[in-house]
């Protein structure tokens, strides 16, 4: 909330110079010409031009030219109100026309709480007092910045100047108490009015509908049309609203019917409100129709409709309203960006951001770039996170916290956790995202020690942490082991932190203790937790159980989480690889049966690694990509070195049973990972890291592979799977082999 501090109200005081003579050869008639020219200004610079004039002649200090003068460089369309500013500080004696202007003016700026500082002034230098025209602007003012106390102030000199039974002014404060969230107030003051007019009951449904009350907003255009008042189309904006707000499409329907039998005018807002209620409820056909219908389209109406289809999953009409449009602004190139990001399509958000910059018809704004580097960090695309790094800072982007935010989980997630540091403790801003940001960054690298160091010095900063924090800080005791620690944070959150334990806490808890082989006070604290326990709880529990091969436990676990959810593909994998580790074939074998049957299949690998900013994605088996040949020869010829230093397949996860070991390799060499791994090989420099992104968690042959490799052609291979980092070098992976 804005409010009035006594710095800002050291205002300039006007100079007030010695007011020059006016020539005797300026007569009447000459007077009243000069005056007519003003309103023949097109521009600034001939309303410069005017004013150094008058100011030569001395026509400016008559109060009438001077405000007629001002109210052009204040109002009109080509205004410049830092020009203005500089104008009416050297106006002697501004009479009330001149003030209500300068009120006026700033009001509807950006920045109206300067409005409120030109009042401040008016009270103290004027002989006026402010009339039934300065208060409504005032109050504009007030509602700009928000401020409850000064809309109250201002009231209260409304009632002492005998104003209080103005509908204007009345109008003006209900629309102002609204914008401050104060209802009650602004519904007492619609109370009073005797004869209320349809802005007046705009202004409350409005109101209503802005403060999150749409059914209010109903009530009270039933109550319109009670007492005859007939809406028009404000009116049916807020209608409609409070429809979008309740995803209330049956009574929406009925209110365009309503429109239509009333005649209202359809301007553009409406079209546009109405459009939106249509897309936010789902019913994109409906939408569809009234979008071809209308003549008159802006940028909104062209956006709404590709996020509706964005968001419904329909990307070819998305993409088609979107070339449609004339000439699309950086909004919506931003919301095809988004879409396919927060619908797991990075690589086409990535095709959709090079567009716009071959394009050049939009400059990227700070969403573009949030959107663009969680792209970036959803496939491990340094390269092209990297370039949108550079790009923020040739453009001499300053980086708040959300920039900084983005980066660090980029960097993170892309595998170059020195690179996210560096960001990090260079950052000038350093809030609860950036600091939770950073311990998600270690937790994932499994730095687990580092990040609880980390929590301590965000401590001494005195930022408080939240859920987000504890999440992360939580999953960085699991991905080193350390128990005692990840109890302690946990018992801590509330007691100490304030922050109720939710799903994600109890599920890193489970976790935690899951892999640490304390089973039993897994389940236990699943059993006790204040909330239902979630299918990601009892994952967790499933995994341990892999891990330590309990194969009862794990069909209690993969029950209680297929009860929550069915079609998890997950659960089935997980057990048919805890059966076939413990040598259970006919049970894989019924679980297999029993996913064809239902339908389920399971997710295939699929990995990508990138070169020169191009990702290359590959799948089990894969023989699509343009080095296909060459990626096997490649492999033939890795697995030939491995077998020399002592390899030998572990096919313990492999889903069905396989008996001559040939099939058992050949079934391996075909993982997605193996097949980035011989890519990068090819493709990259010597000195350059193999990164790996995968959509699965790295299985246990995968591991050793990549462990060797890094070994024997001295390579550092980072692979990110779904759950953390794997760093090899020189034959060690940084995991420890626990993960």
């Known amino acids: 909330m804005a409010t009035l501090s006594s710095p800002l109200l050291s205002l300039p005081r006007s100079p007030n110079p010695p007011v020059p003579t006016v020539k005797n050869d300026h007569s009447f008639a000459r007077y009243q010409q000069t005056l007519s020219l003003i309103d023949q200004c097109t521009n600034l610079k001939h309303l410069k031009q005017f004013h150094a004039q008058m100011l030569r002649s001395g026509v400016f200090f008559h109060p009438y030219s001077a405000s007629k003068l001002f109210a052009m460089a204040s109002l009109s369309s080509f205004s410049s109100l830092d020009y203005a500013r500089k104008m009416f500080d050297y106006i002697p004696q501004p009479n009330l026309y001149t003030w209500n202007t300068c009120i006026r003016a700033f009001a509807s700026s950006p920045e109206p709480i300067h409005s409120l500082f030109i009042f401040i002034r008016m009270l103290y230098e004027s002989l006026d007092f402010p009339n039934k025209f300065t208060f409504p602007f005032v109050i504009k003012a007030a509602a700009g910045i928000s401020s409850l106390p000064v809309a109250q102030?201002?009231?209260?000199?409304?009632?002492?100047?005998?104003l209080s039974s103005d509908l204007f002014i009345l109008n003006s404060l209900i629309h102002c108490y609204a914008s401050c969230g104060d209802m009650d107030s602004a519904y007492l003051v619609f109370l009073k009015i005797d004869e209320k007019d349809v802005v007046s009951w705009n202004s409350m449904i409005t109101g209503f509908v802005q403060g999150g009350c749409p059914d209010k907003a109903l009530e009270l255009f039933q109550r319109m049309e009670a007492e005859n008042v007939s809406p028009n189309d404000v009116t049916m904006v807020g209608i409609l609203s409070a429809c979008t707000k309740k995803l209330d499409l049956e009574f929406g329907r009925w209110v365009c019917q309503y429109i239509k039998r009333n005649k209202i005018h359809l301007t553009?807002?409406?079209?546009?409100v109405m459009l939106d209620m249509y897309v936010k409820n789902g019913s994109m056909e409906d939408a569809r129709k009234l979008f071809d219908k209308m003549e008159d389209k802006d940028d909104f109406s062209w956006t709404t409709m590709i996020d509706g289809y964005a968001k419904g999953g329909d990307f070819d009409a998305?993409?088609?309203?979107?070339y449609a449009m004339p000439r699309p602004e950086i909004a919506a190139w931003n919301v095809l960006i988004s879409a396919y990001e927060q619908n797991g399509k990075p690589k086409e958000a990535l095709a959709i951001f090079h567009e716009l910059q071959l394009s050049k018809t939009a400059k990227p704004d700070e969403v573009t770039l949030l959107s663009t580097l969680s792209a970036c960090s959803q496939l491990g695309a340094i390269d092209i996170g990297g370039w949108i790094h550079v790009y923020i800072k040739k453009q001499g982007i300053k980086l708040n916290g959300h920039l900084t935010t983005a980066l660090i989980d980029m960097y993170s997630k892309c595998g170059d956790l020195e690179k996210a540091l560096d960001i990090f403790y260079s950052a000038e801003v350093r809030d609860v995202f950036v600091w939770s940001a950073m311990i998600a960054g270690l937790a994932m690298h499994g730095r687990g020690r580092a990040a609880i160091d980390l929590f301590v010095k965000m401590q001494g900063s005195k930022v408080m942490?939240?859920?987000?924090?504890?999440?992360?800080?939580?999953?960085a005791c699991s991905h080193t082991g350390l128990v005692d620690e990840g109890r302690t944070f946990f018992n801590q959150m509330e007691s100490v932190y304030g922050v109720v334990p939710g799903t994600k806490h109890y599920t890193c808890m489970v976790d935690i203790l899951g892999r640490a082989g304390h089973l039993e006070e897994a389940v236990e604290l699943i059993r006790k937790m204040p909330i239902v326990p979630s299918a990601s709880a009892w994952g967790a529990l499933l995994g341990a159980c892999r891990i330590h091969g309990n194969v009862e436990l794990a069909e209690i676990a993969c029950g209680n989480l297929l009860e929550i959810d069915p079609g998890n593909h997950g659960a089935y994998v997980l057990l048919s690889n805890i059966y076939a580790k413990t040598g259970k074939w006919d049970s894989v074998s019924g679980l297999r049966r029993h996913m064809k049957v239902s339908g389920i299949k399971k997710e295939p690998g699929c990995s990508s690694v990138e070169v020169d900013?191009?990702?290359?994605?590959?799948i089990v088996g894969d023989n699509s990509h343009p080095l296909s040949r060459e990626i096997y020869a490649k492999l033939d010829e890795i697995l030939a070195g491995l077998k020399s230093a002592g390899?030998?397949?572990?096919?313990?996860?492999?889903?069905?049973?396989v008996e001559e070991e040939d099939m058992k390799e050949k079934a391996l060499n075909l993982h997605s990972e193996k097949l980035a791994i011989a890519f990068g090989l090819i493709r990259l420099g010597p000195s350059q890291p193999i990164r790996i992104v995968k959509n699965l968690r790295v299985c246990g042959d995968c591991h050793s592979v990549a462990k060797l490799i890094s070994k024997l052609y001295d390579r550092d291979i980072i692979l990110r799977d779904r759950y953390r980092f794997h760093h090899f070098s020189g034959g060690i992976c940084s995991c420890k082999d626990y993960w």
């Not at 102030?153 to 005998?162: D, E, L, R, T, W």
């Not at 553009?268 to 546009?272: I, M």
């Not at 942490?465 to 999953?475: E, G, Y």
């Not at 900013?613 to 590959?618: D, L, M, Q, Y």
């Open 153 to 162: 102030a201002i009231h209260g000199m409304v009632i002492k100047a005998s």
């Open 268 to 272: 553009l807002t409406l079209s546009n």
């Open 318 to 322: 998305a993409r088609s309203i979107f």
């Open 465 to 475: 942490p939240n859920a987000v924090t504890f999440t992360n800080l939580l999953s």
């Open 613 to 618: 900013g191009i990702v290359h994605e590959f």
């Open 647 to 657: 390899y030998v397949p572990n096919a313990s996860h492999l889903l069905q049973f």
